[in-house]
């Protein structure tokens, strides 16, 4: 996510990507069924934008694929998107759920122990997770008995970054921008649980446009199949109107709203 004063920030670090210059010549010439990081990359695009994703929203930095800015996708979770949906009540979330597990360990590096005022922000994150009756609750590693784990590192800048779920377990990573030192310890804590929202399968409530809480940008993909609206919750994104917003506020108040509750209440 990013930060909507200093955006610039974020999308710099940013290179966006020469989509199609990976070309076919290696499936010619080769017999291997192992991919090449070049053709897995390229394999990761094309199945994004089989299910929908405009080719001009997809990213490419340092090696990884990203959507909406800072959804990390992997080879595995753009291979489940082709999967189609039985279609149910209209639900955003992403296809791919957690399931299976009942304690996410989130474990931070040594470099998040060692920013100012992350440990704090994660404790209060995780704790505005297990205030709700989850089938899950989340605990800050290292710790034991955990079922499924979380690194929790940093980059650079201000904003983080995440991805979603596959084979029913959340993303392995967030990484939380250093920038974000300068901000209160409720945005910190806004930070990390809207990157703990795309690990266990959020997409941004203003996906569509994302215009609303940026105040420019456009739309992150319809893709039927990788935006799907919870029950309950309101279709229509508003300034401050939710956690999984994509960009925040330097005045966020770190909790959850109403349709977030609703939200993670219908998911797990
Ligand atoms: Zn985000």
């Known amino acids: 996510m990013t930060a909507k004063t200093n955006k610039g920030v974020t999308e710099q670090m940013i290179t966006r990507a020469t989509l199609f ?9 080769g017999c291997s069924t192992e991919q ?3 053709e897995e990359q390229q394999e990761i695009i094309d199945n ?6 405009p080719a001009d929203d997809i990213m490419v930095t340092d090696g990884k694929v990203y959507v909406g800015r800072d959804a990390h996708v992997t080879l595995e979770a753009s291979r489940e998107m082709l999967v189609p949906v039985v279609s149910g009540p209209e639900q955003y979330r992403t296809t791919n759920l957690v399931s299976g597990k009942t304690k996410i360990c989130v474990n931070p590096t040594s470099s998040f122990n060692n920013t100012s005022g992350f440990v704090s922000a994660l404790d209060a994150a995780i704790s505005a997770y297990n205030a709700l009756p989850l089938v899950w609750d989340m605990a800050r590693g290292p710790t034991s008995g955990c079922n499924a784990n979380i690194t929790a590192t940093t980059m650079s ?3 983080g970054s995440a ?3 596959s084979g029913g377990n959340p993303y392995g990573t967030i990484n939380i ?4 030192t300068s901000y209160s310890g409720n945005v910190k804590k806004h930070v990390i649980m809207h990157e703990l929202g795309h ?12 215009a609303i809480s940026c105040g420019s940008g456009g739309n992150e993909g319809s893709a039927g199949v990788g935006a799907i609206l919870i029950p309950g919750t309101p279709s229509t994104a508003v300034v401050g109107g939710s956690v999984m917003n994509s960009c925040f506020r330097s005045t966020e108040s770190g909790n959850w709203t109403s349709s977030d509750v609703t939200a993670l209440n219908y998911l797990y």
Do not use: E
């Open 157 to 159: 800048g201000v904003g």
């Open 21 to 29: 210059a990976v070309g076919l010549t290696a499936f010619a010439f």
């Open 199 to 210: 690990t266990v399968g959020f997409r941004h409530s203003d996906y569509y446009n994302r």
């Open 48 to 53: 994004l934008v089989q299910v929908g994703f």
């Open 177 to 180: 921008g250093t920038g974000l």
């Open 36 to 38: 090449t990081p070049a």
């Open 163 to 165: 991805g979603f779920p």
